[in-house]
């Protein structure tokens, strides 16, 4: 039987970066379904946000505030900005490489309702990359891989550790303590710009062991992306473009977002994401990005992942516009926790990053505000963990197991079906009518001989949902559209 200190489901930056904050001493495992690289992380491009300086810490958080509606619990947020200059400090004097100008001064660019720019970035816009790649250089723990955790071992109130497949063989494996760093729900979106082991899996189980989750109506989508592509993971186009001047333009090449909002190309993600969604949906237009403003050395030096990505698929930017639509991103919402990611009720459990809900984002996420709440809160769940270290006298067995019934026979079906529910019905603009037909649905899949996963899948739909019904009144992200009989 094997038995941990520490065990971190996820090998994204929260989860990499509790690992690289705790000393060898302990014995830790970090656990990530797939290749490690494969992770919402990995993917990110525009960058993270740091306040300048002291004097920048007040608007970062305002800015956070008015972009997530006030829903943002501000005591959070005043966290996520006082530590943001400790924490680039850190991962810049160990090594990391944020770009800079030719006398080593950080470059800093700008983002939809930034009111200055503050995110730093590197090799262009491939932030995340750089950083994933830096974090597994620094993580000196055990780390496996193909490892994928079916279920939570909770008793009394107590986080025992995990049931997971390794290599595909279902084991058992013990711990004083958990942490969930398993990253959001992207899977659960038809079209979406997650990574494919971004699945709602560990939300699952929370519902399913009646551990809450908060905010779940708040799923944010990304206005600019390609989703004309056979993959499941749809191509982003950064936030950092329209920061740097890049359009949003009709057919005709007309710029139409003011007629949304005075900020046009630069409001905040929810109504950039919902003035392009009506204006397609209204005018049976195409909708597109477009460059050409921009000097082509400089775009290539500047956006080189997004140059090479897309001429991979035959495009030639900057010259060439995009066709672009909105898809879903990132879960504002998530598990609930306190500012240390303890998990309310149960002792040894807590959760950093994207599947945590922190109260950082309230209604809608300011750009580039994740990969540094990813870190921020993994430190403090780290120092929690070692100035409350608790050790499991005695393990209790756990012998329910469903670790050969991960999958059935038409789960991919089912999948699909799923997937095309809530983006039809809890995506962008919703209904009353459309909630209860995708609540419906739901309930209808999880009566189906389903597997495992799924049904997990299934109970995070259900948050959602649940969570999108209650909330009568659109708020940031979750737009509710009155229908005539309300009207
Ligand atoms: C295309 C894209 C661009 C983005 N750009 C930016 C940006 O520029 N700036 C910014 O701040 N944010 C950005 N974001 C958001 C940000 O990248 C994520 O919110 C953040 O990386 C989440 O980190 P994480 O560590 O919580 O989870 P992830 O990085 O998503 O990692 C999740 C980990 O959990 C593992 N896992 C999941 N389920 C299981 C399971 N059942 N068992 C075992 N392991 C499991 C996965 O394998 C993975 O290792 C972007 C997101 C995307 C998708």
Known sequence: MSKYDVIIIGAGIAGLYAAMNLPKSKKVLVLCKDIPWECNTFYAQGG??????????????????????HHNLKKIVQILSETSLKTTADIISKGMQFDTDAKGNLLYTK???HSVARIVHAGGDATGRYLHHFMMTQNHHLLEQNALVYDLLIQDGRCYGVKATINYQPTTIYADTVIIASGGVGSLYEYNTNSRTVSADIQGICVEKGIALKDMEFMQFHPTVFIKTPYARKLLLTEALRGEGAYVV???????LFEYDERGELASRDIVSRGIFDYKRRTKQEVYLDFSMFKPKWFHERFPNITRTFASVGYNFPKDRVPISPAFHYANGGIACNSHGVVPGITGLYVIGEAARTGVHGANRLASNS???????AKRAVDHILSHETHIAAMPKFDKDYGNILHKENDKEYKHKLRQIMWDEVG??????????????????KNREIGRLLQLRLNTASA????????????????????EQDI
């Open 48 to 69: 993270i946000v740091t306040a300048l300086d002291e004097a920048d810490i007040a608007l970062h958080v305002n800015d956070t505030i008015e972009a997530g509606a």
């Open 371 to 377: 990969l540094l709440e990813g870190m921020v809160f």
């Open 250 to 256: 009709n057919e005709a090449g007309e710029r139409f």
């Open 111 to 113: 983002e939809a309702a």
């Open 428 to 445: 962008i603009i919703r209904t009353t009518k459309g909630l209860h037909h995708a609540r419906n649905c739901v309930y209808d899949l």
């Open 464 to 483: 959602i949902v649940d969570a999108a019904l209650s909330r009568k009144e659109s708020l940031g992200t979750h737009y509710i559209e009155q229908e």
